[in-house]
């Protein structure tokens, strides 16, 4: 579903849910007009993702609790915005889109380990 970018309104808020054998999430998008064609978008992710671990690919459930800030341009964005990212927007939004992509960047933005993986760790540190 893509939502015309000025069809969004300010202080509009937006659920978006992903479920299905990977992920367990719950996403909550919520927008202020900053400027004609540029919105502020706060996006709360809850939820969980399941993943392999690192080290033994079993699969881990990883819990999600995420507030993520950015921008959304209608359009490419002219100059540099140093507090956060600006996602650009072509042709309206896909909100299930930026969701997944945000999901993409939370999996391998960490090391994930299974559970016996990490007391197999703990048990070197000693
Ligand atoms: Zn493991």
């Known amino acids: 579903m893509k939502i015309p970018f000025s069809r969004i309104g300010n202080e509009d808020s937006y659920t978006v849910e992903k479920k299905d054998d990977k992920y367990l999430i719950d996403a ?3 927008f202020q ?3 004609r064609n540029l919105l502020h978008s706060l996006l709360k992710i809850r939820g969980s993702i399941k993943i392999p671990c690192n080290s033994c690919l079993e699969t881990v459930s990883i819990q999600i609790e995420e507030d993520i800030e950015f921008l959304l341009s209608d359009g490419v964005y002219k100059g540099f915005h140093d507090e956060f990212d600006v996602v650009e927007i072509f042709g309206g939004v896909s909100l299930e889109e930026i969701l997944l992509g945000e999901l993409e960047l939370l999996e391998s933005g960490d090391y994930h ?3 016996s993986c990490q007391n197999i760790e703990l048990d070197l540190e000693f």
């Open 33 to 35: 007009i900053k400027d």
């Open 113 to 115: 380990k299974c559970e």
């Open 28 to 30: 909550i998008f919520s």
